[in-house]
């Protein structure tokens, strides 16, 4: 069943599935931004992969929204980051990046307030 029309006749349910998971797939493109945004409304962190027009919205929205190699133009605009390479290898790479790189600002922010 649709998560968008699930909400409607069932929203408690609806919630408590999307809750649940940790993995989305083949969803439609109205349901992901309904899915990222109920995950957003618990206070989640939302990271969100794509690479279509329908993408976009959703892409947006979520905290990290990331865009493939391969997307469209539109899709590569509404995300915070493109990955450059074929594959999802580059999550990875970012994730360590990001680690690393908000370490070191914290790092700089304790060392310069002493």
Known sequence: MEVRELLKSHPEKA???INES?????????DKYYI????????????MTGD????SPSLK??????????????AKSAASVVLTVE???????LDRIGKSVYQRVVTWIL???K
Request: hydrophobic share 40%; proline share 2%.
């Open 111 to 113: 060392t310069k307030n």
């Open 52 to 55: 279509g027009v329908n993408d």
């Open 61 to 74: 929205q979520a905290e990290v929204g990331i865009a493939v190699y391969n997307a469209t133009d539109v």
């Open 22 to 30: 940790e993995i989305f797939a083949e969803i439609y493109p109205e």
């Open 87 to 93: 594959g999802l290898r580059g999550i990875v790479d």
């Open 15 to 17: 919630r408590k599935l």
């Open 36 to 47: 990222v945004k109920n995950l957003q409304d618990k206070k989640e962190i939302v990271g």
